[in-house]
């Protein structure tokens, strides 16, 4: 069973989500709490909480699986990012940071689920 804790980009989506919970989510007016802002929390720790359950499993082709939906949640972020952005919830300085983030995780994922598949053929 592989070790979450010692994946860079488990290390880095984890980061992601405290800035998400402790810096953004704050800014969002009040009707927004179930709306974008609950929806980008639920994006924003779907990628470490994924990276973590494919740790759990016994394949590389299962753990890649896993990965590629991380992916998935990462670009589902990246697109709360933008529209909390738009809606002025978020300053441009706060997205231009957040997208930064995101897209360095995004690249370490990709990275992830190249090498793994290169390694098994």
């Given at each position: 069973m592989r070790d979450?804790?010692?994946?860079?980009?488990?290390i880095?989506?984890?980061a992601l989500v405290l800035i998400v919970y402790k810096q953004f989510i704050s800014k969002f007016p009040k009707e927004e709490r179930f709306g974008l802002?609950?929806?980008?929390?639920?994006?924003?720790?779907?990628?470490?909480?994924t990276i973590a359950?494919?740790?759990?499993?016994?394949t590389d082709r299962d753990f890649v699986r896993f990965l590629d939906m991380s992916l998935g949640s990462a670009q589902e972020l990246e697109y709360c990012f933008l529209l909390a952005k738009d809606?002025?919830?978020i300053?441009?300085?706060?997205?231009m940071m957040a997208n930064e983030k995101i897209n360095e995780i995004k690249a370490k994922l990709i990275k992830l689920i190249k090498t793994i598949r290169n390694n098994n053929g």
């Open positions: 979450y804790r010692k994946y860079d980009v488990w880095k989506s984890h802002a609950s929806q980008m929390k639920r994006a924003a720790s779907s990628i470490p909480l359950e494919g740790c759990g499993k016994n809606l002025d919830f300053c441009l300085e706060d997205y």
